[in-house]
């Protein structure tokens, strides 16, 4: 079954750093979002993603952050300079829309960042 | 965004049935009623999505109330593997690219 891949698994950084967060998508979607979830607390919508734009964004993304979809088959997230509280488990989603109009979105399994 | 009521937690016994509630008294009548539930240390997973029917899939059945103002996630005989955070969510019924707005969830423990 296909599946959303996210790399790396585990990231630490230095606080102030860049960092760069990669997905890959399904392939036949077309939709892509991402969330973040911190430790112990609710999955927070980021951004989601369409037509090489962003369509919607959160209070939480910033200037700080963003997104690109450099070939046709990654995603990434971008943080331009790390905070303490960035420190959390990222993930990507992506989507296509069903016949009935719905969209189910399917997760990859996260990117865990930590910053120092 | 329409709100959903579920239990902070519910524990069952590994086998048996699980019933998860959601309540959603404000739902308008084009939005769809979508699970998602969270494994420990891993994304969310998309479980079942249903309009006004009861809808059944590999993985669970999704009853609807009536009046569409509260529904039931059933697991039919829960298995160690089901422990987990299972959102239940609203979404509108636009043909459009739409965020996920999660809440706490019911946090599900399944006794072995």
Redesign the interface.
């Known amino acids: 079954e296909p599946e959303?891949t996210q790399t790396p698994s585990h990231q630490v950084t230095q606080m102030g750093q860049e960092v760069i967060l990669r997905c890959v998508p399904i392939s036949n979607h077309?939709?892509f979002?991402w969330?973040r979830q911190i430790l112990g607390q609710?999955?927070?919508?980021l951004v989601?993603f369409?037509n090489n734009e962003i369509?919607?964004k959160?209070e939480i993304f910033d200037d700080q952050f963003s997104v690109e979809r450099p070939d046709g088959s990654n995603f990434t997230l971008k943080i331009r300079s790390t905070k303490l509280e960035d420190s959390a488990m990222y993930?990507c989603?992506s989507?296509e829309?069903s016949a009935?109009?719905?969209?189910?979105?399917?997760?990859?399994?996260?990117t865990r960042l930590l910053v120092l | 965004d329409a709100k959903t009521t579920q239990p902070n937690s519910m524990e069952s016994n590994e086998e048996e049935p699980v019933h998860l509630p959601c309540n959603h008294s404000t739902i308008s009548g084009t939005d769809?009623i979508?699970w998602?539930r969270?494994l420990p240390s891993?994304?969310?997973?998309?479980v079942i999505?249903g309009?006004t029917s009861n809808v059944n899939n590999r993985m669970a059945s999704l009853a609807i109330a009536e009046d569409r103002k509260s529904s039931t996630l059933i697991l039919h005989r829960a298995t160690l593997r089901d422990a987990a955070v299972y959102y239940c969510i609203l979404?509108p019924?636009?043909?459009?690219?739409?965020?996920?707005?999660?809440?706490?969830g019911t946090r599900l423990h399944i006794l072995p």
């Open positions: 959303v077309l939709y979002y969330y609710k999955v927070e919508f989601s369409y369509s919607e959160s993930f989603a989507s829309i009935s109009g719905q969209e189910t979105q399917y997760f990859g399994p996260g | 769809y979508h998602y969270q891993q994304g969310p997973e998309y999505h309009l979404s019924s636009l043909n459009r690219d739409d965020k996920i707005i999660f809440g706490k």
